[in-house]
T-cell receptor, first 113, second 111 residues
């Protein structure tokens, strides 16, 4: 069975500081991995995805994530936090061909001015 | 191009009542999904469909039913609403690519 663990349900960073949101997965086969962002009272928006191509994946709004098979991790980073980054972030995994997605419990990011 | 559209956005239901959450997509996606989101729990898959006429259970299907008579529509039915079904429900769809596209959600309260 697949599962996703997001370490830290709440993360606070100062504006301009590094953002690091952690995600570890378990999967029996090389997975697809995703980061989604959810703003208040909205649906989920795809930030980036990993599908077995380059291990460093760049997404929208300056975010990127690195797939590390040896650590079964897919951590999300952004060099400099902006106030507009405050949101809930979800890591998700699926086995190809992606019939089912499994989500982590989410990390709420607060950006302090 | 509207994407994935869910109706209603909000609903209050009494215990024992029934209702249908509507989901429609205009992207000609074969795959469609229903999730529920509870605080601190992430998203849990209720049902999914890989094409018209084909549906399958996810992690938490009890108390729900679905149908998929057309490619565009994937309604979720609650027959006897219970307080445990108070949640935010998200519909999503996917084409041949790996990522899913989500609707704006339906916030359901059962009292």
């Amino acid at each position: 069975a697949q599962s996703v663990t997001q370490l830290g349900s709440h993360v606070s960073v100062s504006e301009g500081a590094l953002v690091l949101l952690r995600c570890n997965y378990s999967s029996s086969v090389p997975p697809y991995l995703f980061w989604y962002v959810q703003y208040p009272n909205q649906g989920l928006q795809l930030l980036l995805k990993y599908t077995s191509a380059a291990t460093l994946v760049k997404g929208i709004n300056g975010f990127e994530a690195e797939f590390k098979k040896s650590e079964t991790s897919f951590h999300l980073t952004k060099p400099s936090a902006h106030m507009s980054d405050a949101a809930e972030y979800f890591c998700a995994v699926s086995d190809p061909p992606g019939n089912q997605f499994y989500f982590g419990t989410g990390t709420s990011l607060t950006v302090i001015p | 191009n509207a994407g994935v559209t869910q109706t209603p956005k909000f609903r209050i239901l009494k215990i024992g009542q029934s209702m249908t959450l509507q989901c429609t997509q205009d992207m000609n996606h074969n795959y469609m999904y229903w999730y529920r989101q509870d605080p601190g729990m992430g998203l849990k898959l209720i049902y999914y469909s890989v094409g018209a006429g084909i549906t399958d259970k996810g992690e938490v299907p009890n108390g729900y039913n679905v149908s998929r008579s057309t490619t565009e529509d994937f309604p979720l039915r609650l027959e006897l609403a219970a307080p445990s079904q108070t949640s935010v429900y998200f519909c999503a769809s996917r084409h041949t690519g790996p990522e899913a596209f989500f609707g704006q959600g339906t916030r359901l309260t059962v009292v």
